[in-house]
């Protein structure tokens, strides 16, 4: 049974939109999130995180929100550029540790 | 049904020693990738196997590191006379092909070296 869900196996945008990527976890013990970007043929690479304690991080064009209530988290990527297409992974940990991930969501984003 | 299963999910070991870290992939995936994540640091990449070709083992930190797959299915992950320096966690991770980008990640193996 999957502990970190991305339900959307696929997602398309058109340039300069908004990009969301939703994750859901089941497990009320994960207390730090991660989101990774994946380009083809290379390892994912750290996108940003934030920790339980927060609802929303920030980091320029990106930002991850929880909702711990419901056991969701997002991914806002504004405006989108096409070298934004990639594969996104949610990722989630109890104390740093015993990471779990996600199966991934493939973004698309259209010129 | 059964995903991505990594054994032992905890190693502790001394300095110096080798260890042995195993893969066992979802059934029918080809593609089968190892990870590693440091405390504090993303994801990193280690080795990757396709099928039947040679890996691509452009991720390794040094000769200590090795991995092999056999029969296209369970890979195991060795490190010769190991630093403290490689105590992380070790996630292996397979998708059906290499161009099948979401990859289904297994829950690790956490290596700590005295």
């Known amino acids: 049974d999957q502990q970190v869900k991305q339900n959307s196996p696929s997602l398309s945008v058109q340039e300069g939109r908004i990009s969301i990527l939703n994750c859901d976890y089941t497990?009320?013990?994960?207390?730090?999130f991660l989101w990774y970007k994946k380009y083809p043929a290379e390892g994912p690479t750290f996108l940003i995180s934030i920790s339980s304690i927060k609802d929303k991080n920030e980091d320029g064009r990106f930002t991850v929100f929880l909702n711990k209530s419901a056991k969701h988290l997002s991914l806002h990527i504004v405006p989108s550029q096409p070298g934004d297409s990639a594969v996104y992974f949610c990722?989630?940990?109890?104390?740093?540790?015993?990471?779990?991930f996600g199966p991934g969501t493939r973004l698309s984003v259209l010129p | 049904g059964a995903g991505v299963s990594q054994s032992p999910s905890n190693k502790v070991t001394e300095k110096g020693k080798d260890v042995e870290l195993r893969c066992d992939p979802i059934?029918?995936?080809?593609?089968l990738y190892w990870y590693r994540q440091s405390l504090g640091q993303g994801l990193e990449f280690l080795i990757y196997f396709q099928g039947n070709s040679a890996p691509d083992k452009s991720g390794l930190p040094s000769d200590r590191f090795s991995a092999e797959r056999t029969g296209g299915s369970v890979s195991t992950l060795t490190i010769q006379r190991t630093q403290q320096e490689d105590s992380a966690v070790y996630l292996c991770a397979s998708s059906l092909t290499r161009n099948e980008e979401t990859q289904y990640f297994g829950p690790g193996t956490r290596l700590l070296v005295l």
């Open positions: 990722a989630a940990s109890e104390y740093g540790q015993n990471f779990v």
């Open positions: 059934s029918g995936h080809t593609a």
């Open positions: 497990n009320s013990m994960f207390d730090y």
